[in-house]
């Protein structure tokens, strides 16, 4: 279903190196993210993911090359603006001690405010729609200290949902969850895509949740661009040797059609 809140925005990396204290980390990347879809960023540890997607969210100069937002060069665009097009969800975001679920998703409206314009009505419906979507609605009041693992991820993606941006970039939102937490954050991101059509960009550790839920792959080792587009085209048995150093064959997923990975045992 796509509703009056519907967003259909492409990022893009052209020629795109990224790095820190003058060392390169990510090297040349060009590819476009499929605008209204889900995007899955894979690869080893250390490869570049984080880095990747913190060079999209412009939190990183770029060393060379350029992000494109809708072919707008996302360093021309006002700090204020970007926030209300980018949002991005930290590996581990921080709460303040004693926040309860509602102050802190409110905070997801900063970006829409100015001197001349406080809370608003329309802040406060973006909050109460973003709890909803969430099923956060009886956790209003709690303490975020208090939270599951999995009840504090949904509050953060909340966060993002209040601030409404065109874009959502998640650094490995799963990381530290259970299996059924997993899912439960995976299932409400696809949800959310589905609804509003939204552009949602994903650092995932695992490549057969990766293969499942996003609509797009990219594939990352030593920094450079190996593959990517739709699963079912990047996640063979060569890429996997490629990627992650691991053999392995490739079958159909038997639930969802995807392709999944089953590990070949390594010799003591």
Not at 42 to 66: E, Q
Not at 95 to 101: E, Q, R, S, Y
Not at 130 to 142: E, F, M, P, V
Request: glycine content about 8%; proline content about 6%; overall charge negative.
């Amino acid at each position: 279903m796509i509703t009056e809140d519907s967003y259909s925005v492409t990022l893009a990396a052209r020629q795109l190196s990224l790095g820190y204290h003058g060392s390169t980390v990510v090297e040349e990347i060009s590819t476009e993210l499929p605008a209204g879809r889900i995007t899955a960023i894979i690869g080893a540890n250390g490869c570049g993911k984080s880095t990747l997607l913190r060079g999209l969210a412009r939190l990183l100069s770029p060393m060379t090359g350029v992000v494109h937002l809708d072919g707008r060069d996302l360093a021309t665009i006002p700090a204020r603006q970007l926030a209300t097009k980018v949002g991005l969800l930290p590996q581990q975001p921080i709460a303040p001690d004693g926040i309860t679920v509602s102050d802190l998703v409110g905070r997801g409206r900063h970006p829409h405010q100015r001197w001349f314009r406080q809370w608003s009505a329309d802040d406060e419906e973006a909050v109460h729609r973003a709890l909803t979507s969430t099923g956060l609605t009886d956790l209003t009041d709690a303490p975020i200290d208090e939270l599951s693992g999995g009840q504090r991820q949904r509050v953060w993606i909340a966060l993002a949902l209040a601030q409404n941006p065109d874009v959502m970039l998640l650094d490995e939102p799963t990381t530290y969850l259970d299996l059924a937490h997993q899912l439960d954050v995976l299932g409400l991101l696809t949800t959310i895509n589905q609804q509003h059509h939204r552009t949602i960009v994903l650092v995932l550790h695992d490549l057969n949740m990766a293969a499942r839920y996003a609509h797009h792959l990219i594939a990352m080792r030593d920094g450079v661009l190996v593959a990517h587009g739709a699963p079912d085209d990047v996640v063979t048995s060569d890429m996997v040797r490629e990627v992650f150093g691991v053999d392995a064959t490739v079958i159909t997923d038997p639930v969802t059609g995807s392709p999944l990975v089953l590990p070949h045992p390594r010799p003591a």
